[in-house]
């Protein structure tokens, strides 16, 4: 049964090209839909369009849904739709008429949108927690190894002396940038966008600061047509966000990739890490860096499905939007597991300080004669000629 | 239990992050696998490898799993890691030690190559069967209303007589150019990269032309390291085959959305594929045209997506190129669906003539009465100003 | 002559395909990398490596570079490589052995770092000021229109009640999260690079609290490594930034596009913003929100190519990166352009009101219906019910 | 002056915005209009709308423009908008009235259209060329040094005894394949869209077949709503096509740029390829290498624009499209940029067969020990097992 059921089927397959795999997306939402349902319940209550008793009945409800739910015991069918109908549908199973009323002053519009919103934010928070995990790693590693030489490179080649420490630092910093992202966005996003019916409000008195304040929300996401707007926009600066982090985890990877390599030798990765091969028995593979590596491309390609499908549309809502939902919690999950995995790797890395200073060969130093020769006066680019002779 | 077992135990987690999806996606492999593996037994049969009871026996096996698989009782654990692993280890269990001979002169990585190729071989037939369905539906439709007038749109405004012949002859031709797009592709693939090892052939003597032949392949991939290149490089240009399919369809949905509209009504499409609001009793919405829009949108990400993770990589087998199984699998489903819905879409769309009569407003002639002038012997330019006055 | 000059000759089309575009775009950084030489001399005065008169003529010449680029005067040649380059010669040609002291204590890449980041501020700043000239621009047009009726849609459908003020308050609400978005990358990227050298310092002492500060930095990028990997990442925040101003330009063009046929009539283009075709003489055509549709999809684009180029590469500079500087000055000018039509747009942008209350339509207050009967107390989804019969 | 002029002006700033760099990029169609004017004017003589002496004089001055436009005296001016008015209004200077009668029966949108094909026709056979040379360049190499050994890679980790033969080869193959491809897109564009007018035919009897063949296309481009609508498809499978072979080039740039690095040293790039450093004295980088690797991405992301710019658009022209030829044109520079580089490079790299044989370390056998064991009767997976302890 959906929330619009009219005196006409719709089309079995039509049903089911358009639902997609909202079903199956929707169960992570169950919680978030249940909580904001309680705070709209509430508003309700205060409004006078439900009373004392129908309030603390649906939200009693709505309750042992999410233990329901917790339990893995709410299913939502592919008729369903999604979650808001199967739970309205419960709702009504158990609540007769009352549950008829709960979807007053609401569209499953702002209400899908509220429980995604909850949802981004949580996971947000929970990336941001992951992140000052991993600085936490990078700093236990910094101090560790950090005082050993280790080559630094330009262009893929031999440059000037660098260290763990300055190496590591510089992830530290990059991951310190990336909580100022996340946190931007997640100070953008942190607008409720319940009350705002299907983009042009309800027509009846409702208190969206109410609700607002119930669900954690810092304000009223005020203009109902923008709260539609925003459905993309939102999700991209999300995505770009995550990207921003998954971009300096590509880069771990590739550091490590090539710099644990036995020609270089610099890293040690733990052998409980590495993977072989079905063919050959000498095999130690870095799978999870080149999977950590990729990953980055995956998310990326999210944001730009996202903003692929978030452009060309008037305003107000079109389906096409919903669309974004797989992109996006997909690339919550691969962030987060990305971010575990870092974490991992850094409280398990080791570093070959003999392998490192093997490393430190002779051109490494060749910047430091040149200013030796600054020092004593000589012009920087005079000093810079003499010394190239010799390479 | 994984092909590359070890003296020592993956970390789980790490096992967890670098499997990914594989287990659940190599489902739809398992067929291809036990196709492959039956030529490759019979080749090592032709070879003397194994002796004629053992390719038998195997054989016999693989045909079990394969029935198995079609009853949907082959299951794949995350354990297992892919259907490769999953099938050695059944066969291994079944057959004990001559289960053990089957991986001879194969890599995982030739054999994850080869089912993939037949998968995609098969997926692309289905999908150039599906657009001659759309070329009949659309024939059809064609024959149907082909004669109804149309106002033919540029800049999205009235711009010349057009007709529904000239436009749904528009979308039969660009199904044609689909045809010859996904033809090019499907010659391009149709190498069979059986017996190219980890990406430096086996060291020892195989017959590759008898396999290719087994599988029906129009050849062999004769360079073992063009065929882990060629990895990323085929889906990318498969997915591009499909997103052309896709943005064909995108402009079909653009087009029915727009003028299917109560304000133009050109278009009618059938209730049965209309859905409704949870709060908008009115409603009648196209979120199948929507969703066909918008589709287009995710397979063309896939398709970067698989170009992102593909570039930076040397030459042979890197895990990255792994990651791109999910987006070309899901491309297919999607166009696949697409196209299904597109069938069904002509199949009961119709057209109201009084409508498009309505549309043909005077200034669609505006162009016409121009040539008028140019046939009495005016200079196109002047002709062209002088009637442009009156607008 | 290049920074790098060696005892022998770099191939004369290697040199071209190097160099790239970069003597053409660098123009635009003549002034910047000034600024930050005049800052970076300044350090070195006071450093001890010049002395006070040395410090003094360098700046005046640094000082005339500028005049001279402000006049158009100031060339740089495909040999110079970039502006960097030129300005060094510059300085040598008219300093002689003064001018190759200019470089001591950083490298090109700081260098180039430096100007870059200097423009980019400039350029954030500036496209804010734009954003902030169409808030206002949105706020005379919603004052003078924003009583008017307007049909609210949903799915490209007919919804519910709107108005000219909730329309335009959507883009006023997403103008001003744009801003928040500019400033947070602002805030981001406002750390200074001169004094990282190559990405690991310089082998002497300098002070980069000081130029960070004369320069107007908000801080020193401390780790070196990091100012490199940096390069890319910020690029892509930037252009992320842009493309969500972009993006709601998109959603402007594409109302206005719509509504402003004549089909709807709601909005009236002013005519000499339209433009005719070479054939039919009674076109009057929106090129100009056509393009300003489109242009998002570049700037989106660009934005992926950096997020491209920017990964799969080890730590440090990797000349790659290079490639990402037009697609940003490409950006920028594309949204500074954006930016300055959609305000001439609202600047000139007419209602019709009469076709708004036209386009009133029964279906609008369905939904209204249904809740007049919410408040003599039917149950919602039973209102809903009996309304939808009408439909 | 432009080809659509009315009664009244175009706002300067919107004519700027619309009209984008075309006035700049057209330079390079003049050829191209010029020679479809002479058919296009070949054939209103044959259909009796010119007389003979009408076709000659026009044809004697568009003959002209191309003699100009060869010695690069033929300018565009943005006032012109693009070369297609910039060469009628030569026309009309010259000849008066007659000049005023060349765009009868075509519309600048079949126009345009029919010299960007001729374009990219030239172009892609140019591109094909240098992938034959590069054919070339790649068998010379491999004749020189195709015997010597090298390690073949998997995993960024020792795998299996390689050559140079081997390596180079993959890259033949590859070129091979990118011919097909270049080949299946030349046959896909070669339809003439002369003659449809702007979308919608011409209300005046043509002979479109004359100009088809006139101007070498395989076949006439017969829907004209499909000749509107193929703008964008064609683009980006033409775009799709040059960033296949960008896709080898990449790879070829990231085995070079790491097995040239002096860890490794199987590679030597010529020293006149390489770039030094502005700080570091001693450095000798790939600069040519890194911009080959990074401009893939460039030419991805070109794709990814025009298949973003040419969704969510109804059918017929719209002027997004427009913004696809700055990409295109782009694209195919880079391309072939990119390809002569990579000549060069073939003919120009040489092997170090002494530090290719010290690469061949233990681990690279291992599997073929393996292989000697399953000879002699040992089950594969047992004898895997075996070697892969020593490791």
């Known amino acids: 049964m959906t929330l619009w059921k009219k005196n006409y089927e719709l089309d079995k397959s039509i049903e089911k090209f358009t639902v997609g795999e909202d079903y199956i997306l929707d169960k992570r939402l169950v919680k978030y839909d249940c909580i904001a349902s309680i705070a ?47 739970i309205e549908s419960h709702l009504t199973a158990k609540l007769g008429k009352l549950g008829m009323k709960v979807h007053t002053a609401r569209s499953r519009n702002d209400q899908s949108l509220t429980a995604l919103r909850l949802y981004y934010k949580e996971e947000l928070k929970e990336t941001e927690n992951l992140v000052l ?46 909580l100022e992202i996340l946190g931007s966005v997640l100070k953008l996003i942190d607008q409720s966008p319940l009350g705002s019916g299907a983009g042009y409000g309800v027509p009846i008195k409702i208190d969206r600061k109410f609700t607002a304040k119930e669900l954690g929300f810092a304000k009223v996401q005020g203009n109902p047509i923008y709260v539609q707007n925003s459905r993309g926009k939102f999700e991209a600066a999300i995505v770009g966000a995550l990207s921003q982090v998954m971009l300096d985890l590509n880069k771990i990877a590739c550091d490590l990739i090539l710099f644990s390599m036995p020609e270089f030798g610099y890293f040690i990765l733990p052998r409980k890490f590495l993977t072989g091969s079905s063919m050959m028995p000498h095999k130690n593979n870095p799978d999870l860096l080149e999977i950590l590596r990729g990953s980055y491309h995956v998310v990326n390609s999210y944001e730009f499905m996202i903003k692929g499908i978030a452009a060309n549309l008037i305003s107000g809502y079109n389906r096409d939007i919903q669309l974004t939902k797989g992109a996006i919690m997909k690339s919550f999950d691969i962030s987060r597991e990305s971010l575990g995995v870092a974490i991992m790797l850094f409280d398990n890395l080791s570093v070959d300080k003999d392998a490192c200073m093997r490393g430190m060969s002779k051109e490494i130093f060749a910047t430091g004669e040149a200013y030796r020769l600054v020092e004593k006066g000589v012009p920087f680019r005079e000093a810079y000629k003499r010394i190239s002779k010799g390479y």
């Open 133 to 178: 995990e991993l600085i936490e790693s990078l700093e236990a590693f910094k101090k560790k190894y950090g005082k050993t030489v280790l080559p630094g490179y330009t262009h893929t080649r031999k440059a000037m002396p660098s260290s763990i420490a300055l190496w590591s630092g510089a992830f530290l910093d990059s991951m310190d940038n990336n």
């Open 40 to 86: 709209h319940v509430g508003m309700l209550g205060k409004a006078g369009i439900l009373n004392t008793s129908e309030v603390k009945r649906l939200r009693a409800e709505l309750n042992k849904i999410m233990a329901l739910d917790k339990a893995g015991k709410f299913g939502i069918e592919q008729s369903d739709e999604d979650c808001h109908t199967a």
